[in-house]
């Protein structure tokens, strides 16, 4: 779930008190066990950390609460040496806490809406982020189904806040195909670069999808071949200056019923995003196609099996041969078959 697995967490911040302490000592001349402000303070962190690790410490957890606490008692008789006043400040600790505890319950309920909203951006279900994510000691996957024989698994890349909260960096995305081969890719949370979840799929699925916003909007594709010392496929990029033209390469296809250009602006987006389409041609019959940037052309498929971009073209070819005739050229949309009409 986070970057680093964390087996102890209330000794790490008592740790990172430790490393305060040591800091203000050096700075201070009197020792510090002799400031009451000092104790006090280290009083109010000691309470703290019971109020957030108490219900769900594991083992290891509970012990060094334990120690903590011997600590804390001995502290509280440092500052409080009668009785009376000692017991006054337990209650006044007690009514504090239980503040203390509400406050956080708010923030982290708070927190994880945030970190709801950074998913469902990302076109993951809300769902898919919940309190056991923030809870566990270790990775937690989100698990949903693509297709009949295919699965994805999502890792959330989460850091921890000096305050408990969370931080959203990304995720990790296996795509799990039964029968097939497992791949996997790393995709943080970068600002230009966000991976939505259907881009994810198709990229690892082979496919190429156009990311970025204005003159950084480019071409990304995995190379499935090629990984770095972190298992991450080493990513191909295409930019504006490459000369790929998704537009240009439909228009050479004889694509049927896409008069309405709503329709071909809706099959560009799609393959944009990476996806595969279905397609009907003008002369019978159909085609699945994808966008292919790195070659500048259209992947095109026909029951599964892959088709020659130049064979689809040649058969646009011959049909415009088949109406050249003498006459002028009927006005049409553009990317659809023109006809002479005769006179």
Not at 36 to 63: H, Q, V
Not at 105 to 113: E, G, K, S
Not at 143 to 167: C, F, K
Not at 243 to 257: C, E, G, M, T, V
Request: glycine letters at 6%.
């Amino acid at each position: 779930m986070m970057g680093k697995l964390i087996n102890d967490r209330v000794q790490e911040d008592l740790e990172k008190w430790l490393k305060r302490e040591q800091r203000f000592q050096k700075i201070f001349s009197s020792p510090l066990a002799d400031s009451r402000s000092f104790l006090k303070e280290k009083l109010k962190y000691y309470d703290t950390l019971r109020s957030r690790y108490g219900n769900g410490a594991t083992r290891e957890e509970r012990t060094t609460l334990r120690l903590m606490r011997e600590d804390r008692s001995a502290i509280e008789r440092q500052l409080y040496p009668n009785i009376l006043v000692r017991f006054a400040y337990r209650v006044s600790s007690l009514i504090h806490k239980e503040i203390e505890i509400q406050q956080e319950q708010r923030r982290d309920h708070a927190n994880l809406q945030e970190l709801r909203t950074a998913v469902t951006r990302l076109d993951f279900p809300e769902n898919a982020i919940s309190e056991r994510h923030l809870e566990a000691k270790e990775h937690l996957p989100f698990t949903y189904q693509i297709a009949e024989n295919q699965q994805m698994a999502v890792h959330w890349y989460l850091s921890r806040e000096p305050d408990g909260t969370y931080r959203f960096n990304g995720y990790r995305a296996t795509l799990i195909t039964e029968g097939g081969p497992q791949r996997t890719q790393r995709f943080p949370l970068d600002g230009m670069d966000e991976i939505t979840a259907g881009q994810a799929y198709n990229l690892l699925s082979g496919r190429s999808v156009q990311i970025g916003a204005e003159r950084d909007r480019h071409w990304v594709k995995l190379d499935l071949n090629d990984k770095d010392r972190d298992g991450n496929h080493k990513v191909k990029r295409f930019y504006a200056n490459y000369n790929y033209s998704l537009k240009d390469q439909l228009a050479k296809i004889p694509i049927n019923s896409l008069a309405n250009p709503g329709q071909m602006k809706m099959l560009e987006a799609a393959l944009r995003n990476g996806e595969r389409k279905k397609i009907e041609l003008s002369g019978g019959g159909y085609l699945s196609i994808e966008a292919n940037p790195q070659h500048r052309s259209i992947d095109c498929y026909r029951e599964g099996q892959k088709i020659p971009f130049g064979q689809v073209i040649k058969g646009r070819s011959e049909r415009n041969k088949k109406f050249r005739t003498n006459g002028r050229l009927r006005k049409g949309i553009e990317g659809i078959d023109r006809r002479r009409i005769i006179r």
